[in-house]
Protein backbone atom coordinates (compact mmCIF):
# COMPACT_ATOMS: atom_id res chain seq x y z
CA UNK A 1 0.00 0.00 0.00
CA UNK A 2 1.29 3.69 -0.62
CA UNK A 3 1.47 5.56 2.39
CA UNK A 4 -1.85 8.19 1.28
CA UNK A 5 -3.73 4.91 1.34
CA UNK A 6 -2.53 3.36 4.73
CA UNK A 7 -3.08 6.91 5.86
CA UNK A 8 -6.56 6.77 4.95
CA UNK A 9 -6.74 3.22 6.59
CA UNK A 10 -5.26 4.78 10.02
CA UNK A 11 -7.17 8.39 10.13
CA UNK A 12 -3.67 10.26 9.71
CA UNK A 13 -2.05 12.15 7.08
CA UNK A 14 0.53 10.69 5.38
CA UNK A 15 3.72 12.01 7.11
CA UNK A 16 2.01 10.40 9.92
CA UNK A 17 1.63 6.90 7.89
CA UNK A 18 5.26 7.31 6.50
CA UNK A 19 6.85 7.71 10.06
CA UNK A 20 4.76 4.75 11.59
CA UNK A 21 5.88 2.38 9.15
CA UNK A 22 9.30 3.14 9.83
CA UNK A 23 8.56 2.78 13.58
CA UNK A 24 7.04 -0.84 13.00
CA UNK A 25 10.39 -1.94 10.58
CA UNK A 26 7.88 -2.44 7.49
CA UNK A 27 9.08 -3.40 4.31
CA UNK A 28 9.11 -0.35 1.77
CA UNK A 29 10.00 -0.28 -2.09
CA UNK A 30 9.92 2.35 -4.46
CA UNK A 31 7.80 1.32 -7.18
CA UNK A 32 7.63 2.34 -11.24
CA UNK A 33 5.19 4.78 -11.01
CA UNK A 34 7.51 6.49 -7.71
CA UNK A 35 5.71 5.72 -5.40
CA UNK A 36 6.84 3.61 -2.35
CA UNK A 37 4.82 0.24 -1.74
CA UNK A 38 4.80 -0.65 1.85
CA UNK A 39 4.38 -4.53 2.89
CA UNK A 40 1.78 -4.37 5.66
CA UNK A 41 1.90 -6.31 8.76
CA UNK A 42 -0.48 -8.58 10.36
CA UNK A 43 -2.37 -6.73 12.06
CA UNK A 44 -2.30 -3.93 9.76
CA UNK A 45 -3.45 -6.44 7.55
CA UNK A 46 -6.41 -7.43 9.36
CA UNK A 47 -7.39 -3.18 9.77
CA UNK A 48 -7.43 -3.23 5.74
CA UNK A 49 -9.18 -7.02 5.52
CA UNK A 50 -11.72 -5.56 8.28
CA UNK A 51 -12.36 -1.89 6.38
CA UNK A 52 -12.77 -3.95 3.20
CA UNK A 53 -15.56 -5.94 4.95
CA UNK A 54 -16.90 -3.12 6.14
CA UNK A 55 -17.36 -1.08 3.01
CA UNK A 56 -19.39 -3.24 1.32
CA UNK A 57 -21.73 -5.08 3.17
CA UNK A 58 -23.34 -6.70 -0.44
CA UNK A 59 -20.10 -8.19 -1.37
CA UNK A 60 -19.70 -9.31 2.17
CA UNK A 61 -23.06 -10.58 2.06
CA UNK A 62 -22.26 -12.77 -1.12
CA UNK A 63 -19.15 -14.13 0.17
CA UNK A 64 -20.83 -15.43 3.08
CA UNK A 65 -23.41 -17.32 0.89
CA UNK A 66 -20.83 -18.94 -1.37
CA UNK A 67 -18.93 -20.23 1.87
CA UNK A 68 -22.35 -21.38 3.23
CA UNK A 69 -23.01 -23.02 -0.32
CA UNK A 70 -19.87 -24.91 -0.19
CA UNK A 71 -20.61 -26.16 3.59
CA UNK A 72 -23.58 -27.48 2.31
CA UNK A 73 -22.48 -29.35 -0.89
CA UNK A 74 -19.20 -30.83 1.45
CA UNK A 75 -21.48 -32.11 4.17
CA UNK A 76 -23.48 -33.88 1.48
CA UNK A 77 -21.10 -35.22 -0.79
CA UNK A 78 -19.59 -36.77 2.97
CA UNK A 79 -22.72 -38.17 3.41
CA UNK A 80 -23.54 -39.83 -0.08
CA UNK A 81 -26.13 -37.17 -0.81
CA UNK A 82 -26.75 -36.68 -4.38
CA UNK A 83 -29.00 -34.12 -5.19
CA UNK A 84 -29.52 -31.12 -7.47
CA UNK A 85 -29.83 -28.08 -5.94
CA UNK A 86 -31.39 -24.58 -7.95
CA UNK A 87 -29.97 -21.43 -7.38
CA UNK A 88 -31.77 -18.07 -7.97
CA UNK A 89 -30.65 -17.79 -11.45
CA UNK A 90 -32.16 -21.72 -12.39
CA UNK A 91 -28.87 -22.98 -12.39
CA UNK A 92 -28.30 -26.46 -11.36
CA UNK A 93 -25.73 -27.93 -9.32
CA UNK A 94 -25.52 -31.07 -8.68
CA UNK A 95 -23.81 -31.92 -4.77
Given at each position: MTYRE??????CDAD???????????DRKKSRDGL?????DPELTA???????NA????NQAVQELRNMHEMMAR???????????????????G
Open positions: IAEMLGTARATTIQRELTRVKLRFISMIRDAALRARSGGHSTIYDDGGFAVS
